[in-house]
């Protein structure tokens, strides 16, 4: 069990660029979100993946957000026309099959994201 | 509107002492409770959970207490060391979703 991975760690952008994030989950782990962590905040919920259906998404994601899980294994987060707003740490974390309904999701260290 | 409110915002402890971070749910739907610590530059780590059924869940130095009635939970640490230096986060969630909604974070600062 390695943990989540995320890649890059750290971006840096100009505004109106597209950036896209990959997340690689545990293994087996057929659970995958997106959360996104402003300073001095908790993370924020932004989509769900079970295996390669992304099945719920936060009114959080605008139209410029676009997630995608292929063959149910890596995730990407694309953020198109950045803005300064999109500043942020991005965060993914996995779970496995739900057990005994506990619901433990395990995060990858982030992408920070900064947009000057 | 924040669904899980998390005091206090900052929290200064002598080493040895008992740090105590306090958190509250207005969904009574909520049926699941973990704590996260969060390191620098690290992503959130869970720490410990209970679900309402339990009012006290203890693994190690960590004790999670759960007032149903008042819709309040709250981690304490016992013995607080300098490592354990680091945000702390409350969260909730509900059986059956898949989205946890977190506190606003208690930097927590155990000085030796």
């Known amino acids: 069990d390695t943990g989540v991975s995320q890649n890059p760690r750290h971006k840096i952008t100009k505004r109106g660029q597209n950036v896209t994030f990959r997340c690689d989950p545990i293994?087996?782990?057929?659970?995958l979100y997106w959360y996104r962590q402003t300073l001095g905040q908790g993370p924020e919920f932004l989509t769900y993946?079970?295996?390669?259906?992304?099945?719920?998404k936060s009114r959080l994601l605008s139209d410029r957000f676009s997630a995608e899980r292929p063959k149910g294994s890596f995730s990407t987060l694309e953020i198109q026309r950045t803005e300064q707003g999109d500043s942020a740490m991005y965060l993914c974390?996995?779970?496995?099959?739900?057990?005994?309904?506990?619901?433990?999701?395990?995060f990858g260290p982030g992408t920070r994201l900064t947009v000057t | 509107q924040q669904q899980v409110k998390q005091s206090p915002q900052s929290l200064i402890v002598q080493k040895g002492g008992i740090s105590i971070i306090n958190c509250a749910y207005e969904?009574?739907?909520?049926?699941?409770f973990p704590w996260y610590q969060q390191f620098p530059g690290k992503g959130p780590a869970l720490l410990i959970a209970?679900?309402?059924?339990?009012s006290e869940k203890k693994e190690g130095r960590f004790t999670i207490s759960f007032n149903k009635s008042a819709k309040q939970f709250s981690l304490h640490i016992m013995d607080s060391q300098p490592g354990d230096s680091a945000t702390y986060f409350c969260?909730?969630?509900?059986?059956?979703?898949?989205?946890?909604?977190f506190g606003t974070g208690t930097r927590l600062t155990v000085i030796p």
């Open positions: 969904n009574t739907a909520f049926d699941y």
């Open positions: 969260a909730a969630i509900i059986t059956g979703a898949n989205n946890l909604f």
């Open positions: 293994s087996e782990h057929n659970r």
């Open positions: 209970i679900r309402p059924d339990v």
């Open positions: 993946f079970q295996n390669e259906a992304q099945l719920e």
């Open positions: 974390a996995s779970s496995p099959i739900r057990t005994s309904g506990n619901y433990e999701q395990y």
